[in-house]
């Protein structure tokens, strides 16, 4: 399993920070994405199309680039900056975990409520599955929740 340190101060915390869309709330929920979604282990999705660590499909890359990029021209340029030449479009969320943390960042960044405070574990599930995961999303929101409090809020709080 990727070490949550890492994935944090390597690629997360950087990637949110260089889009300008950083604060605690965003960083402890890809934090918690990724751990809920792909365990910070897998790439692909068993028996789905969902990719990379933060298990976004491809559908959802794509409308997150027509739909709301396309009308954020220096957002689209900060996240253009970190693809890579190859491959192209939604195949990077499984080969470039920068590239896939901002989108990871730019689907929550589509919800119109505000991110929930970083010790509310409770309310981190919540958000995760209404605007990520979604209601018809196989993902459970009380495992998110208990992933949360034993993983993600000790780094928190360690940090602070």
């Given at each position: ?26 960083e402890c929920l890809l934090l918690g994405t990724a751990l809920a979604e ?123």
């Amino acid at each position: 399993m990727l070490s949550l340190t890492d994935l944090r101060d390597v690629i997360v915390r950087p990637v949110l920070e260089r889009l300008g869309l950083h604060s605690p709330s965003a960083e402890c929920l890809l934090l918690g994405t990724a751990l809920a979604e792909s365990g910070c282990t897998s790439l692909r999705q068993n028996g789905g199309p969902a990719l990379g660590l933060f298990q976004m499909e491809p559908a959802t890359h794509d409308d997150i680039a027509r739909a709301f990029l396309a009308f954020r021209p220096s957002l689209k340029s900060a996240v253009a900056a970190l693809a890579a030449p190859w491959p192209q479009g939604a195949a990077q969320l499984a080969t470039n975990p920068a590239y896939a943390a901002a989108f990871c960042r730019l689907s929550y960044l589509r919800a119109p409520p505000p991110l929930p405070e970083p010790e509310a574990a409770d309310g981190m599930a919540r958000y995760w599955k209404a605007f990520y995961n979604t209601p018809l999303g196989r993902g459970d929101p009380a495992r998110f929740m208990a992933l949360y409090a034993d993983r993600i809020l000790p780094l928190y709080v360690k940090e602070s």
